[in-house]
């Protein structure tokens, strides 16, 4: 149990430390988040638009449209300015609460993992490594770059980097910590 527990929190800090330096001392995430000085006009526009918070997506058609409408939606957008828009109307930047969750989400992730590789009968540094830099590839794959492939955001290579360095990182450790 020790073992695990010790492999499991040092995972999951080795995890939120890259989070926290590729999010802020190292800038990776920068290209999504923007600046244009026409932010106040902007967000007067959106707040006086936007009656509820949501993902709106530009151009589309409400909910029920046609199938005939969206050929028609398609064919009249291609090659013309397109927008995905997070809308807030408040700010809520609990920066204590998000930091918890944040590491308790690495914590949980972490102890899946380590569930797994404790279930192979001959673990190998190189196989245990591997499996980890394995699991940061899939939620990589599955999640930020089929997201990607439609939307292009524009931040895709620094999740990249976060995915394969923070996963080998932590692979190195539980390589070591809990090969056989």
């Known amino acids: 149990m020790r073992k695990i527990t010790i492999a499991v929190f040092t995972g999951a800090i080795i995890l939120f430390v890259w989070q926290t330096l590729s999010n802020t001392v190292l800038q990776l995430h920068r290209s999504s988040q923007q600046y244009t000085p026409k932010q106040d006009t902007i967000m007067s526009m959106l707040s006086s638009n936007f009656n509820e918070d949501g993902r709106y997506f530009m151009p589309t058609l409400p909910e029920g449209a046609?199938?005939?409408?969206?050929?028609?939606?398609q064919?009249?957008?291609?090659?013309?300015?397109?927008?995905?828009?997070?809308?807030?109307?408040?700010?809520?930047?609990?920066?204590?609460?998000?930091?918890?969750?944040?590491?308790?989400?690495?914590?949980?992730?972490?102890?899946?993992?380590?569930?797994?590789l404790l279930k192979m009968p001959d673990r190998k540094f190189a196989t245990i490594f591997l499996a980890t830099l394995f699991t940061g590839i899939i939620a990589f794959l599955n999640g930020l770059y089929t997201q990607y492939i439609w939307y292009q955001d524009p931040g895709i290579y620094a999740h990249f980097f976060d995915a394969i360095i923070s996963w080998a990182l932590c692979g190195l450790w539980l390589g070591r910590w809990l090969r056989s």
């Open 66 to 73: 046609s199938n005939e409408d969206y050929k028609k939606l």
């Open 75 to 116: 064919k009249n957008s291609t090659d013309k300015p397109w927008a995905i828009i997070a809308y807030h109307h408040s700010l809520n930047a609990n920066m204590p609460v998000n930091i918890l969750r944040t590491l308790l989400t690495d914590i949980a992730i972490v102890w899946l993992l380590c569930w797994i």
